[in-house]
């Protein structure tokens, strides 16, 4: 393994979190080797501030937990302790050693690991990570960092490559496509033409990744900062469509007012995070499913069906043929249907309609939603822009603008209306998890 001496590395502890920190004193103290590893220590050389510290240890989870009051152990496919300090947590694994294929304690199916808990050394457990600039460790004994596999070369090259056979290590474990597309976005590096090449055919393998882990990954990509740079890197490697299969085909047919929706719901997402405001999953998903949506509405109504039913049971059919892909989420669907069936109902103008429609909980988010579509037609565009007028002039004006003094339907006085549009706001902007 090559040792990197604290005097030859840019780690320094001040980086590294307290809880982090302590776990890798605890360990230490208790005659355990303890190492970050991954991500971190990669982010860390970057000057980068990692997002979250792993640690790698030979203690076993059962040791760890006894080490400290604040651990839960976690996981069957793949076994680890969490170390909780508030709101952090530190996730602390064993070295994981590559084993005999027959042992019972790592499971291959068809190519694929289902579970892997056989402890190893250091040096196994480095073998077994995805790409060399993440599998390289800072050890707390004497604050080196070690690189066994070529890591700090691929730092200096910015660029991302598969430790081992990139064929197998994708049929071990499909989701590292996705990894090498988001970690590629995340950091601005490329990667390897060795590891990208078998993409093409390899994709396909994600369409039986489990629903709820692309879903968590989904949340990685588009939630993390850098939705745009993570779509754009999907859609040129052909990823998009084991994810969403019905956007990547509007699009890869040319709809391209909904790709530059997409890429605005994107862009605004990452804009809102970079200044620590409140974003849904939800919005985001809603906007790629869009061209879905609108299609199968359409199909309904021209087969005679009343406007808001298709709206309704386009909006249902989509989420639930989405599912199958990507589990999203029910409180997020839910939120999805809410701001598609909206959109219909900013079309109409009388008095009671447009303050009932002020007044919905979800009005926000579908209101953003509508601002989206502005590249549809000149009509969108000009709906977009009433609305917000229709927000910005008082309340009384826009009644008599609309032709009638108006008070909600409950009798409240017109000043309330602004009170409780914010709550709404609120409920639609839930952080991501
Ligand atoms: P981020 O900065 O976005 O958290 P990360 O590389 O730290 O990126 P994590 O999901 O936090 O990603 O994983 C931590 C480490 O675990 C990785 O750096 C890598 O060493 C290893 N790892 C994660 N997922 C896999 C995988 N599917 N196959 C092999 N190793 C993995
Ligand atoms: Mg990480």
Redesign the pocket.
């Known amino acids: 393994m090559r040792i990197i001496p604290r005097d030859q590395h840019s780690i320094s502890r001040r980086h590294i979190s307290k809880a982090a920190l302590r776990v890798l004193y605890g360990l230490h103290e208790a005659g355990y080797q303890a190492l970050l ?4 220590v ?2 860390l050389l970057l000057g980068v501030q ?3 510290f ?1 640690i790698a240890t030979d203690a076993t989870p059962e040791q760890v937990r006894k080490l400290f009051r604040n651990c839960r152990l976690i996981g069957r496919r793949f076994r680890l302790a969490h170390v909780m300090f508030g709101r952090e947590i530190i996730e602390v694994a064993t070295f994981r050693g590559v084993g005999d294929p027959q042992d019972s304690d790592r499971h291959i199916v068809d190519g694929r690991i289902v579970r892997d808990n056989i402890w190893g050394s250091i040096e196994e457990d480095a073998v ?3 790409f060399r600039a ?2 390289m460790y800072y050890d707390i004994a004497d604050f080196s960092v070690r690189d066994d596999v070529g890591g700090m070369q691929d730092l200096d090259d910015r660029v991302l490559r598969l430790i081992g056979d990139p064929e197998t290590r994708y049929r071990e ?1 499909p ?2 496509m996705l ?1 090498a597309a ?2 590629a976005a ?1 950091l601005e590096f490329s990667i390897d033409p060795s590891a990208s090449a078998p993409f093409a055919e390899l994709a396909p393998l994600l369409g039986e990744a489990p629903p709820a882990r692309l879903f968590d990954e989904s949340l ?1 990509l588009f939630m ?1 900062g850098y939705a745009l740079k993570s779509f754009r890197m999907l859609r040129r490697y052909g990823l998009l469509a084991p994810l969403f299969p019905a956007t990547a085909r509007a699009l890869d047919a040319g709809d391209q007012v909904l790709l530059e929706m997409i890429e605005n719901g994107m862009a605004n997402t990452d804009a809102r995070i970079a200044e620590d405001k409140p974003v849904t999953p939800a919005f985001l998903f809603a906007v790629l499913l869009w061209g879905e949506v609108r299609e199968i509405k359409q199909g309904m109504m021209d087969e005679g069906a009343p406007p808001s039913l298709a709206w309704q049971r386009a909006s249902h059919q989509v989420v639930m043929t989405q599912s199958r892909h990507v589990a999203i989420p029910r409180r997020f669907t839910h939120v999805m249907e809410e701001i598609w069936t909206l959109q219909p109902r900013f079309a109409h103008r009388t008095p009671k309609r447009v303050f009932q429609l002020l007044e919905h909980p979800r009005f926000r988010a579908a209101y953003d939603f509508l601002l989206l579509r502005a590249g549809e037609s000149d009509e969108m565009a000009e709906m977009g822009a009433w609305w917000t007028r229709a927000q910005e002039v008082p309340e009384d004006a826009l009644s008599d603008e609309l032709g009638a003094s108006v008070r909600t339907r409950s009798g409240d006085a017109p000043r309330k209306r602004r009170r409780r549009r914010r709550r709404g706001r609120n409920e639609a902007g839930d952080k991501a998890e």
């Open positions: 590893v991954g991500g971190a990669r982010d990692p997002k979250d792993d077994r990570r995805d993440n599998a474990d989701v590292r990894r988001r970690l995340k990685k993390a």
